[in-house]
């Protein structure tokens, strides 16, 4: 099969396309939530169902923490500690749409069983 002049712009404008993709997508610009004895009750919370290591792949591999649930003890704890929020802050409700929960074990979904019993290891 011949590649002619036509093919060669087709291929060439999905390379460009992907490379503005790319150029454009960037790191992640908002700051995770540090895993540290100040966040526990964050990192408690949103994990506290997460399965074992003896649970099927499926379960660990599709494991997503309960971010809602842990999200409510964001703002009243910034407020008790005087920690402010920057000037263009948004909505305060859903601190863990933009701010992620660190990894806290190397396979997906599952933590170690320390975390599990008594609490998220602290860096």
């Given at each position: 099969?011949?590649?002619?002049?036509?093919?060669?712009?087709?291929?060439?404008?999905?390379?460009?396309?992907?490379?503005?993709?790319?150029?454009?997508?960037?790191?992640?610009?908002?700051?995770?939530?540090?895993?540290?004895?100040?966040?526990?009750?964050?990192?408690?919370?949103?994990?506290?169902?997460?399965?074992?290591?003896?649970?099927?792949?499926?379960?660990?591999?599709?494991?997503?923490?309960d971010k809602q649930g842990a999200e409510v003890y964001c703002e009243p704890c910034h407020k008790e500690k005087?920690?402010?929020?920057?000037?263009?802050?948004?909505?305060?409700?859903?601190?863990?749409?933009?701010?992620?929960?660190?990894?806290?074990?190397?396979?997906?979904?599952?933590?170690?069983?320390?975390?599990?019993?008594?609490?998220?290891?602290?860096?």
């Open positions: 099969m011949k590649i002619n002049k036509r093919d060669w712009l087709f291929i060439g404008l999905i390379v460009v396309v992907t490379g503005i993709f790319f150029a454009i997508s960037g790191k992640e610009k908002t700051t995770p939530v540090p895993n540290d004895s100040t966040h526990r009750i964050v990192y408690e919370t949103a994990y506290r169902n997460a399965p074992g290591p003896d649970a099927s792949f499926f379960k660990r591999a599709f494991f997503k923490p005087g920690i402010p929020f920057p000037p263009n802050h948004p909505p305060k409700n859903r601190c863990l749409f933009c701010h992620k929960l660190l990894q806290i074990s190397g396979e997906a979904g599952s933590l170690p069983e320390k975390t599990r019993t008594q609490g998220v290891p602290v860096k």
